[in-house]
């Protein structure tokens, strides 16, 4: 089997939710996916989508066994989607929604609060989609094998004619990157509704293009290859120069979505003159990425020093990202 792999780069996302609006106009954005955002860029520290979704303890075990955790709640944890009322806005009316219940949660509800103090606060955008994991929690809670892992590419899908909507494969995903769409009941068949999830745009990859969200991420984050392609951009990010790390890898999926650690601005002291130490706590990312951040960012810093000084440094090529079409190698 060979595995399709996405790598983020954490020091150029702009936050600007291109990318969503890529996937959410392409897949999710009617037929009961309005509350779905198979893509999305939520605020560290924060609570992310669905709300405090790495606290629900899923995925697998230290020791092997998969774990089922709890299901998030519409609209506690996901939100519901609404539209602003632009007339009453523009006009300077107090209500801006047009729903009459109280909206209390949404996606990108917490955008850009983070943590720390004044002058050393932080945040950093964290994009998410479907990990198409190695050892999927999704595949393996599915009582009904609706979910399969493709040999050809790696990616994980949902076959809707063996989906019963027993809705395990949205409580065993540690991610929550699974969603029920009950709009696609079968009362005939006592189905309640399906599951639906990121597909890794494959209609565009056997066409040899792109995730739409790859393709239209403006500050040119996303790097899309096989993990075995040596030559790739992937590859390199993730086994040459170990800098791509996985988000949570304790939760025992093996996803093989890869991130590059933010490096973040660095702290203010009493005084305030810059300081060498980074506002982010290098425990923090730890806890996103493993004990292989700090051997990352020290790689990263050496190599933009490189850089720097005399000009040349692969990883720094690969990561600037010259030309756009040398970032997918599908």
Not at 33 to 61: F, L, S
Request: hydrophobic content about 30%; aromatic content about 10%; overall charge positive.
């Amino acid at each position: 089997m060979r595995q399709l792999a996405m790598v983020m780069d954490l020091n150029k996302c702009l936050g600007c939710q291109t990318c969503t609006a890529a996937c959410k106009t392409q897949w999710t954005n009617r037929f009961g996916r309005e509350y779905m955002y198979w893509n999305n860029v939520e605020t560290q520290p924060g609570k992310g989508y669905p709300k405090g979704y790495m606290d629900y303890k899923a995925g697998w075990d230290e020791k092997g066994n998969l774990r089922k955790g709890e299901l998030p709640r519409i609209p506690e944890d996901y939100g519901i989607p609404w539209e602003y009322n632009y007339k009453e806005l523009m006009s300077g009316g107090a209500k801006t929604l047009k729903q009459d219940a109280e909206t209390s949660w949404g996606a990108n509800w917490d955008e850009d609060e983070g943590d720390g103090e004044y002058p050393n606060s932080y945040f950093f955008y964290l994009p998410r989609i479907c990990n198409h994991c190695t050892k999927p929690a999704c595949l393996s809670a599915c009582p009904n094998k609706a979910i399969h892992k493709r040999k050809e590419d790696g990616i994980v899908l949902v076959d809707l004619k063996r989906c019963k909507g027993v809705k395990d494969c949205i409580s065993a995903c540690p991610y929550k990157k699974v969603y029920f769409n009950p709009s696609r009941a079968r009362a005939e068949k006592g189905i309640p509704g399906q599951s639906e999830k990121c597909i890794f745009c494959f209609p565009r990859i056997e066409k040899g293009l792109p995730p739409a969200c790859a393709k239209q991420c403006v500050g040119r984050i996303r790097h899309v290859g096989y993990l075995d392609d040596k030559e790739g951009h992937v590859y390199k990010l993730v086994k040459k120069w170990g800098v791509a790390l996985p988000l949570k890898p304790d939760f025992g999926t093996i996803p093989n979505v890869y991130y590059v650690p933010p490096l973040g601005p660095p702290k203010f002291n009493k005084r305030g003159e810059v300081t060498d130490e980074t506002r982010i706590p290098i425990e923090f990312l730890k806890k996103l990425f493993g004990d292989g951040v700090e051997g990352a960012l020290k790689v990263l810093k050496a190599e933009m020093d490189k850089k720097s000084n005399e000009g040349k440094s692969e990883l720094m090529d690969i990561l600037i990202a010259y030309k756009h079409s040398e970032m997918f190698k599908i």
